[in-house]
Nanobody
């Protein structure tokens, strides 16, 4: 079955960096799908952080532009999120997600076919 395995969460002080990775397995054609990172903090709705489509075009939430960078390695079937200059409001559970299609437009929950289990990121100020 389809699995998305996240690694790399943890605790860091404000201004620090973390790198999240997601490995996809159980399905063919990793490169054909939009991949994304979502996050959910306590009491808030899940929100998209960054996404990368099948052509490696990227999109970012305004809150993370200039600080986060998403990338993918289709040979290794991995997607990564480099997070720099972290702030306390970046604290959340971060989820890897695979869309149903190659495009990342209108990337709400209905567009997501599969979710990872989530990894906690905690930023202390």
């Amino acid at each position: 079955q389809v699995q998305l395995l996240e690694t790399g969460g943890g605790s860091v002080e404000a201004g620090g960096s973390l790198r999240l990775s997601c490995t996809g397995s159980g399905y063919p054609g990793f490169s054909r799908f939009c991949m994304a990172w979502f996050r959910q903090s306590s009491g808030e709705e899940r929100e998209v952080v960054a996404a990368i489509d099948s052509g490696s075009t990227t999109i970012y939430a305004d809150a993370v532009k200039g600080r986060f960078a998403i990338s993918r390695d289709n040979v290794r079937k991995t997607m990564s999120l480099q997070m720099n200059n972290l702030r306390s409001d970046d604290t959340a559970i971060y989820y890897c997600a695979r869309a149903w299609t190659g495009g990342c437009g209108n990337l709400g929950a209905p567009a997501i076919g599969y979710w990872g289990q989530g990894t906690q990121v905690t930023v202390s100020s």
